[in-house]
């Protein structure tokens, strides 16, 4: 399927942005699930939730399991034990509507090298069964933000490695899924884009979308996610707002950074 391939180009550090405060139906619900590549579990009974209109961030080093996670909840590992729903909805019960809630953005951006900009977006408004009219409204719109409609007719062998991720972007953020899957986003994007895609998000946010986004800029991270995920050795090895880490850890002034690095070395014997 052309949904699928979508999935396979795009990996996830998990941020929330949420409504502080506030009862917050699930988007994404991960239960107790344990599962890798192989049958040695590389995820260790791991539960998080991602809420409507929430940006929720999983934070870890290399290996942690992060992208791991990310390919269970795309559907591109079956979990070995444990349950993802999205919108009450496994994989398994309810494929097509599963994948369909999904809009999933690559570390790595990878495009067809035969098909232009246009038909970049003609096929993902064609895989999510977008009406044309208001999906190139939509489109539109966006490919001015990222500076790219006088782009439509170049190939990807004429777009750099920023504007290649722009284009991963637009045709992700077309689609206003339910849940958004974004791996690692700020790589290759110059200062004026990160700002758009930050902005994006918040309205995306807004509209009720339920946001999984994987970074290392931390200082990002803890500027715009109010929930947090720390994942170490494929276990949580906690979560909350940046205060109730600060708490946990048992300091109020402490980064997101810090926060992370002295969690992790606690649980490793001072590493």
Request: aromatic content about 8%; proline content about 3%; some cysteine.
């Amino acid at each position: 399927m052309v949904f699928t391939t979508v999935l396979h180009e795009t990996y996830v550090i998990i941020c929330v942005i949420g409504l502080k405060g506030t009862n917050l139906n699930m988007t994404l619900k991960i239960n107790n699930l344990t599962g890798g590549y192989s049958r040695i579990p590389v995820l260790k009974d791991i539960s998080f939730e991602v809420g409507d209109g929430q940006l929720v961030g999983l934070i870890g080093l290399n290996g942690a399991g992060k992208s791991t996670t990310i390919n269970h909840v795309i559907g591109l590992l079956v979990p070995q034990k444990g349950k993802i729903t999205i919108d009450g909805n496994t994989l398994m019960d309810d494929p097509q509507n599963y994948k369909s809630k999904i809009a999933y953005i690559p570390e790595l951006p990878v495009l067809y090298p035969e098909l232009t900009l246009r038909e970049h977006l003609e096929l993902t408004m064609m895989a999510y069964g977008l009406e044309t009219t208001s999906a190139w409204q939509r489109a539109r719109v966006l490919l001015q933000t990222f500076r790219l409609e006088n782009k439509l007719d170049w190939f990807p062998a004429k777009f750099s490695k920023g504007m290649r991720q722009k284009v991963m972007i637009v045709c992700a953020f077309v689609t206003q899924a339910k849940l958004y899957v974004i791996d690692e986003p700020f790589l290759g994007l110059d200062p004026l884009a990160t700002r758009d895609l930050l902005n994006l998000i918040a309205a995306e946010k807004k509209r009720g979308a339920g946001i999984l986004m994987s970074t290392h800029v931390l200082d990002t991270a803890q500027e715009y996610c109010d929930h947090f995920v720390l994942l170490h050795e494929g276990r949580v090895r906690a979560q909350g707002t940046l205060e109730q880490l600060r708490d946990l850890y048992g300091d109020l002034n402490a980064s997101l950074t810090e926060l992370y690095l002295g969690m992790t070395q606690d649980v490793n014997g001072n590493e």
